[in-house]
C-alpha cells in the first residue's frame, strides 16, 4: 500500500479551503471534482511538507458526508492508499477486522478507479484506490 491522503469532511469546499489554508499550510488546491456517483464534491491540496488533503462536501443525495456532519465526529474521516489490487488489499484488512462500508464503487476523482471504504477495529476507516502500478 501507498499512502495517498487524508481525507476530512466539510460542509463547503472554497470555504474549507480558506479555513484550511490559515490552520495548515495547504498551499496548492487542484480541481474540485463533482461526483454524480458517490454524491459528494471533493478537491485536493497538498502542504509544504508533501502530504496529500482531500476535501470532500455533500453534493446530492444520498450521500456519506452530510449525515457524519450533522453528528459533529469523523470529520477527520480516513486514511487513503493506492493498491495494485484492491480485492486482495481489502480482503487483507477484512482478515484483520476491518469491516467494508459498501462495496467498492468507481470515484471520478482517481479516473474512474473503483474504491472502497473499511472501518478497522480501531475506530477508524481506511479507504482502498485501486491504481495499477
Same mark, same amino acid.
Given at each position: 500500500m501507498t499512502f495517498h491522503?487524508?481525507?476530512?469532511? *466539510?460542509?463547503?469546499?472554497?470555504? &474549507?479551503q480558506k479555513k484550511?489554508? &490559515?490552520i495548515l499550510p495547504v498551499r496548492?488546491?487542484?480541481?474540485v471534482f463533482d461526483d454524480d456517483g458517490l454524491h459528494i464534491r471533493c478537491c485536493f491540496g497538498k502542504d509544504d511538507a508533501g502530504l496529500r488533503y482531500e476535501l470532500v462536501a455533500p453534493f446530492g443525495s444520498p450521500n456519506p458526508v452530510s449525515g457524519v456532519l450533522r453528528s459533529g465526529r469523523n470529520i477527520l474521516n480516513h486514511v487513503a492508499y493506492r493498491v495494485p489490487?484492491?480485492? &486482495? &488489499?481489502?480482503r487483507a484488512l477484512q482478515e484483520a477486522g476491518a469491516v467494508p462500508m459498501g462495496p467498492p464503487q468507481p470515484a471520478l476523482a482517481f479516473g474512474g478507479a473503483? *474504491?472502497?471504504?473499511?472501518?478497522?477495529?480501531?475506530?477508524?476507516? *481506511?479507504?482502498?484506490?485501486e491504481h495499477a502500478q
Open positions: 491522503h487524508i481525507g476530512i469532511f *466539510v460542509n463547503d469546499i472554497e470555504e &474549507a484550511f489554508g &490559515a496548492e488546491w487542484g480541481r489490487d484492491l480485492e &486482495a &488489499a481489502a473503483r *474504491v472502497i471504504f473499511l472501518l478497522t477495529e480501531l475506530g477508524f476507516i *481506511v479507504e482502498l484506490i
